[in-house]
């Protein structure tokens, strides 16, 4: 049997539960800025790449383009293979206040404006309007991949470890 302390008690505990339950959440925005680069760094690889409708990404993952976005807001460009080497094509980036564009200022001094489509924890999405071209550009946060060979098909690929 329940004596007056445990009531007192659960009944203290069940207030705070139902007074919880009915205030109004606070719904808290982060910056893009932070979903890029998750206040440190963060490995994007590229998933897609549509020239004009056509896919132009490597099959082989260690051709992908690899873009890490820092918190000083400078980015570093390279191949997955050639990953933690020194890469020529760095630079600053910027996002617009309107969160609807996303620019590249490279340390050659050219400057890219990408229309951003989409940018959440995990997936990132921009387009390029180069003279007549469209170039549609798809980055995920990179998984751990392993390589497995298909022995019926004699073909190596590749399988994430997370699903």
């Known amino acids: 049997m329940l004596g007056i302390k445990h009531l007192t008690y659960f ?7 139902l007074l919880g339950c009915n205030v109004d959440a606070v719904r808290v925005q982060i910056a893009p800025y932070e979903l890029m680069h998750d206040n440190a760094s963060k490995v994007w ?12 990404v490597p099959e082989k993952r260690a051709d992908r383009w690899v873009l890490v976005f820092y ?6 460009l390279s191949d997955l293979k050639s990953f933690g080497e ?5 630079g600053h980036f ?3 206040n309107d969160i609807k564009v996303l620019t590249f200022h490279w340390k ?8 951003l ?16 071209q469209l170039i549609e550009y798809e980055y995920v946060t990179i998984d751990k991949r392993v390589l497995n060979y298909d022995e019926i098909n004699k073909k190596e690929y590749e399988e994430s470890i997370y699903y």
């Open 11 to 17: 009944s203290f505990l069940l207030a705070i539960l």
């Open 45 to 56: 690889l590229l998933k897609h790449q549509i020239i004009d409708g056509e896919e132009t």
């Open 71 to 76: 918190k000083d807001n400078t980015f570093v």
């Open 86 to 90: 020194y890469s020529m094509y760095q």
């Open 94 to 96: 910027s996002i617009s």
């Open 108 to 115: 050659t001094g050219e400057k890219y404006k990408y229309d």
């Open 117 to 132: 489509i989409e940018a959440n924890n995990s997936r990132l999405r921009f387009n390029l309007k180069k003279a007549d």
